[in-house]
C-alpha cells in the first residue's frame, strides 16, 4: 500500500538557521505534494503545492523541491524565526483520498 | 470571511449514545472530508466527498457515517461510539480540479472524548 513518511518526529534549530524537513513515499507516483503548518490544537493551513514536472517552488522564506527518482520532498524554512515553530506536514493526492505524514516539530530557539 | 465551521468544538460523551458532529463551508467547494488525529498516526481520512451525494471510504471509515445533501455541508455520524474513536476531529474542504486537489481548508477541530 501506499506510504509517507516524514524523517523525524522533531527538529530543534537556532534562529536564523535553515530548517530541512524530508518526506518520502512508497508505492506510488503522486503528480504532485502538498505541505501544510499545524499548530498546536488547531487546524493544518496549506503553505505550498509543488507538482511533479516542478522541481523547486518558493515562498518567501519557504522552499520545497520534489525528486520523483528518490520519491522525496524536501521542506526548507531559510533565516527561521521563533514564529516558525509549529509541526509540518506533507501530503499526497491518491485516487481522490489525501494521504498525510505523520508530522515533524520543528522548535526555533532564539 | 471563507471559513469552514465545526459544531461541537468539543463533546464528551459515553459509548453507544450516536452522536453528529457538523461541518460547513462558505466557499462554494466540491471537495469535502473529514479527518480524525491521533499522536504518532498523524491525520488519517475518514470519508470524503466530491459533491453532493457522493462520498467515499478514506482510509479509515469503519464506525463513522456522512452524508453530503447539500454542497456546504458535510455532518461525520457516530452511530454508536466507542473509546478508540476518541480522537481529534477536522473537516476540510477544497476546489476540485477533475484531477487535482489545490489546497485544503480545514476547520478548528473538534475534540471528541468516549467513555
Known amino acids: 500500500s501506499q506510504k509517507i513518511e516524514q524523517n523525524s518526529e522533531a527538529l530543534n534549530i537556532q534562529e536564523g538557521k535553515t530548517a530541512t524537513l524530508t518526506c518520502n513515499y512508497t508505492n506510488y507516483s503522486p503528480a504532485y505534494l502538498q505541505w501544510y503548518r499545524q499548530d498546536p490544537g488547531r487546524g493544518p493551513v496549506f503553505l505550498l503545492l509543488?507538482?511533479?514536472?516542478?522541481k523547486e517552488k518558493r515562498k518567501e522564506r519557504l522552499k520545497v523541491t520534489f525528486d520523483t527518482t528518490l520519491k522525496q520532498s524536501l521542506f526548507h524554512i531559510t533565516a527561521s524565526q521563533p514564529a516558525d515553530s509549529a509541526t509540518y506536514l506533507c501530503a499526497f493526492l491518491n485516487d481522490y483520498k489525501l494521504s498525510f505524514g505523520a508530522g515533524t516539530t520543528v522548535t526555533v530557539r532564539a | 470571511e471563507a471559513q469552514v465551521t465545526q459544531n461541537p468544538r468539543y463533546l464528551i460523551t459515553v459509548t453507544g449514545k450516536k452522536l453528529t458532529v457538523t461541518c460547513s463551508q462558505n466557499?462554494?467547494?466540491?471537495?469535502m472530508s473529514w479527518y480524525r488525529q491521533d499522536p504518532g498516526l498523524g491525520l488519517r481520512q475518514i470519508y470524503y466527498s466530491m459533491n453532493v451525494e457522493v462520498t467515499d471510504k478514506g482510509d479509515v471509515p469503519e464506525g463513522y457515517k456522512v452524508s453530503r445533501k447539500e454542497k456546504r455541508n458535510f455532518p461525520l455520524i457516530l452511530e454508536s461510539p466507542s473509546p478508540n474513536q476518541t480522537s481529534l476531529y477536522f473537516c476540510?474542504?477544497?476546489?476540485?480540479?477533475?484531477?487535482?486537489?489545490?489546497?485544503?481548508?480545514f476547520g478548528p477541530g473538534t475534540r471528541l472524548t468516549v467513555t
Open positions: 466557499m462554494n467547494h466540491e471537495y
Open positions: 476540510a474542504s477544497s476546489l476540485w480540479g477533475g484531477d487535482s486537489l489545490p489546497e485544503q481548508y
Open positions: 509543488i507538482r511533479e514536472n516542478e
